[in-house]
Every structure is written in structure tokens, then in C-alpha cells.
């Protein structure tokens, strides 16, 4: 094997476990949902749960999970939380999920 193929399999398994976690994070069709809007602006947990329709207490849970993942941040202005996308390749994953399948309705 040449050494432009030589690769640190510890480095490649810690890749594989984090992009396993954001897979299944985004396996969970209304965490997807959360963030793909997440992707396109930041907004505020009264807006995310008239816009989706997704119920106070699964909304919260879903969020709780995406903060303790570390994909969403969190800022407070007043009595509004507004959430955004805190993990840039996350971000890049949504955007190319966006594309794929919500630009052009997925046609």
C-alpha cells in the first residue's frame, strides 16, 4: 500500500462515531423537520411549534435532545429561547438535505 493511502484508523473511527450520531439524530423525523427549518433561520420555540405543528411537550423533548447533541444553541431575548444550528457540518448536511429534497419540493 502506498503512503498516500496510509490513513489513522483511530482518526477515521472518531470521524465514523461522529457522523454516526448526527445520522441518527437526523434519523428522527421531527428532529429532522427542526432542524431543516433551524437551517434556514433561527427562530423561536412559539414559532417552531405553530409553523411545524409539533405539541409543546414533544417539541421540548426534541430540542433537549438536539441541545445535549450539541447541533442547536440556544440565545434568550425577553421571554422568547431562540434555537439555531451550532454545529457547522450539521449545518452543511441540512443544507444539502434542503436542496435535495425541499427546494423544488423534491422533484
Do not use: W
Not at 25 to 32: D, F, P, V
Request: a neutral charge.
Amino acid at each position: 500500500m502506498s503512503d498516500s493511502h496510509i490513513f489513522d484508523i483511530d482518526k477515521m473511527r472518531s470521524a465514523a462515531m461522529e457522523a454516526s450520531n448526527l445520522m441518527k439524530a437526523l434519523g428522527h423525523s421531527e428532529r429532522l423537520l427542526l432542524l431543516c427549518q433551524l437551517s434556514q433561520q433561527e427562530m423561536c420555540v412559539g414559532d417552531l411549534e405553530q409553523l411545524l405543528g409539533i405539541g409543546q411537550p414533544n417539541l421540548s423533548q426534541q430540542l433537549g435532545v438536539l441541545r445535549r447533541q450539541a447541533l442547536v444553541s440556544t440565545r434568550k431575548e425577553g421571554k422568547h429561547v431562540y434555537y439555531r444550528i451550532a454545529n457547522d457540518k450539521a449545518l452543511h448536511v441540512l443544507q444539502t438535505l434542503y436542496e435535495l429534497f425541499c427546494q423544488n419540493n423534491g422533484d
